[in-house]
């Protein structure tokens, strides 16, 4: 076992074990193990060993540093000041992302073990709770009265504490459902321990975030046991609320038409936060702008509680860090969910399924909790943030790469259409027996060696005329005899895992076609954004399947009533050998996309339409698809797409003139 399989799990139980005895030792941790993704990264590890890197990993890495970035920019506002650099400083934790990435998913870490670590951080909190309750010098009755916090502001000690104890609770089940009875059984055991020490914090904010979390720790229960379990869920809340001095007696106020002080003083901090935000509303005041204001209030109370913080998230970054700030917020919160939260599907094996329903908890706590404390303005909600998820995202994805294990039982034929393609038509072939027992090939006449190619791989080899995309496809699927088709470009390739991914799901297919994810490659940049974030449908069942008869931009025609998914695995797609490909590649299409508009009866009669629609391509693919994540590349290729577009419809424009010019 290489050095960092073992090092790199030590350093992340170390870090969120130990998080709530001191935060400095969960800060340390983590940034060792950072150290180690930079190494990892600097030696190559994963790329020596291909990795996929998943495309939801980036718009995580993105989330993160979209969130510094627009902390960068309100610090520069005010002017680097020394209050908003402490700030910063904690903010900037979260450009750690990518290396523990790195280190987390070179070191192997599945489920079990990260489950086994979140079992070890409920541990702790009960060792915790133990040696407090031993060292307090007040009667033990006396003692559980009191807010309990260990070492540290009971708000974050409890808010973590449910946190990890919700998670503890996930892992015990996961192993009771793997047959780990006795340590599946343990672990929920000290996962209700946490708990427990979680309500003993006194936090109201736990109270609502508790029925959140149980309602997705339901996404894990059999549907013959949910409704006993939404019964155990009434139970739970309401011996939690009960259980709660300060939320029963807040609940009371409320109802009587009072607060309690420290409400009051919330709603102060949100009011001060607000009037802030009304006059800095684009890019907020600066990272110590809510502060500034703050301590110009005059209540000693309110100096005393509520000056480094407002108190919520949204109102605290709106202050300071204006509309671009929340949305950096927005995105911190929802695209780790989305990225969890998708692979919560059945059709995932509980495993997957586990980690996935873990790793949602944790934004949606944090959401809840944002509420009544800026978490991301403290470094031990923002550290474990960060640690958390980048655990659960690297053992989410190791477990999807390797949990495709089965062999398909249908029988697949692989068309494909070629015309001078000898560059590619090899390793397309190639790719493409790794899933096919027939592989069909469609010749238009190449003047080079892509037919001679062709027959040392497929079974049959045609060359014929040109008719067009569609009824050329069309030809090649009525050459087919396999239960299933696969429909592929000479430019695209099956990669292995995608291979592996097709083969387990023809193993039981879940739907009738399949759409394969592009990763466009491109001047040796693989792009996951843009318009090559699309899903082509290339997969599908063969009866009663047919393509249309379009020129260029074919499509394939699913019988009604059948099933379409998407696999996650991608399907390298070479669209151009150099630029001047791709400019020639760009005009052909256009203009036959201009002939075939006209065929149909469009018709543009200015240029500003043609204009308009270049921007909105541009404006699609390089904003709304995020064709920005994918660099100078992505740039490029948004810019190639929006002349493209312009050019198909000023070619409508030129027929429908000299259409006009006959009559």
């Known amino acids: 076992m290489t050095c960092h399989h073992s090092i790199a799990p030590a350093l992340l139980f170390t870090g969120l074990a130990g998080a709530l005895a001191s935060s400095s030792l969960l800060a340390a941790s983590i ?10 990264i600097q030696k190559g590890t994963l790329k020596k060993h291909e990795w996929d890197t998943p495309k939801e990993l980036r718009l995580i890495h993105f989330g993160f540093w979209f969130f510094v970035l627009s902390s960068f920019i309100s610090w520069t506002i005010e002017g680097f ?43 702790m909190i009960l060792a915790l709770f133990a040696y ?13 009265q009191e807010r309990f916090g260990a070492a540290i502001n009971p708000i974050q000690f409890g808010n973590l504490a449910l946190l990890l104890s919700a998670i503890g609770g996930v892992s015990g089940l996961f192993l009771l459902r793997n047959h780990q009875r006795g340590f599946g059984t343990t672990i929920i055991v000290l996962a209700a ?20 979390l149980l309602l997705l720790a339901m996404l894990l229960v059999p549907k013959p046991a949910r409704l006993p379990y939404a019964a155990l869920l009434i139970v739970l809340g309401v011996i939690a609320t009960l259980a709660s001095d300060r939320f029963t007696n807040s609940a009371e106020d409320m109802l009587a038409g009072e607060f309690d002080s420290s409400i009051e003083l919330r709603f102060e901090a949100w009011e001060t936060a607000t009037k802030v935000f009304a006059e800095y509303p684009l890019l907020g005041s600066g990272l110590a702008g809510y502060h500034e204001a703050a301590v110009t209030r005059s209540s000693p109370e309110f100096l005393a509680c509520c000056t480094d913080h407002a108190h919520n998230d949204i109102l605290h970054i709106a202050a300071n860090k204006g509309l671009v700030g929340v949305l950096s917020w927005l995105f911190l919160i929802i695209i780790p969910f989305v990225a969890f939260i998708r692979q919560t599907n059945p059709r995932n094996s509980n495993t997957v399924r586990s980690l996935a329903t873990a790793g949602a908890m944790i934004p949606a706590a944090y959401f809840i909790f944002g509420l009544t404390e800026a978490t991301f303005d403290q470094s031990l909600f923002l550290t474990f943030y960060l640690a958390s998820v980048a655990a659960i995202a690297a053992a989410l994805f190791n477990e999807l790469a390797s949990s495709y294990t089965r062999s398909r039982k249908v029988k697949v034929s692989a068309t494909i259409i070629t015309m001078n393609e000898e560059d590619h038509i090899e390793a397309c072939l190639a790719s493409a027996r790794q899933v096919a027992d027939e592989i069909i090939v469609l010749d238009s006449g190449s003047s080079d060696r892509t037919v ?22 069309q030809r090649a699927l009525e050459k087919a005899t396999g239960d299933w088709v696969l429909s592929i470009d000479a430019d ?7 291979a592996q991914e097709i083969n387990h799901t023809l193993s039981s297919p879940d739907a009738d076609a399949y759409k394969l994810p592009w990763a466009v490659t491109l001047y040796g940049t693989r792009l996951d954004f843009g318009r090559s ?22 499509k394939i025609l699913i019988p009604s009533g059948r099933t379409t998914r998407a696999l996650r695995g991608r399907l390298t797609h070479y669209t151009h ?17 201009s002939q075939e508009k006209f065929r149909k009866g469009k018709r543009t009669r200015t240029l500003i339409y043609p204009s308009f629609r270049g921007i909105l391509t541009f404006v699609h693919v390089y904003f709304i698809r995020a064709g920005f994540l994918d660099g100078a590349v992505g740039f490029l290729v948004a810019v190639t797409y929006a002349q493209g577009s312009f050019n198909k419809y000023a070619g409508l424009w030129t027929l429908t003139r000299t259409e006009s010019s006959k009559k």
């Open 132 to 144: 407090y309750t031993l060292a307090s010098p007040l009667p033990s009755m006396s003692f559980l």
């Open 452 to 473: 001679e190619i062709a027959q040392k791989y497929a079974d049959i080899v045609e060359v014929t005329d040109w008719p067009g995309f569609g009824i050329q496809k």
């Open 81 to 123: 000041s020394y209050e908003g650099a402490k700030t910063f400083g904690t903010h900037a934790r979260f450009i750690l992302f990518w290396p523990l990435i790195i280190a987390l998913t070179a070191s192997g870490i599945r489920a079990k073990q990260l489950f086994t670590i979140f079992g070890g951080s409920c541990l």
């Open 31 to 40: 940034l060792a193990l950072a150290v180690l993704g930079i190494y990892l």
């Open 492 to 498: 695209e390739r099956i990669t292995p895992q995608l």
């Open 577 to 593: 050998r150099n630029f001047g490909h791709a400019l020639e590649k760009s005009a052909k299409y256009a203009w036959l996309g």
């Open 193 to 212: 321990g946490a708990f427990y020490v979680a309500l003993l914090s006194q936090t109201r904010s736990n109270l609502l975030a508790l029925p959140v």
């Open 533 to 554: 974030g699309r899903a082509p449908l290339r997969l599908f069942r063969r009866d009663g399947v047919r393509f249309s008869d379009a020129m260029v931009h074919e």
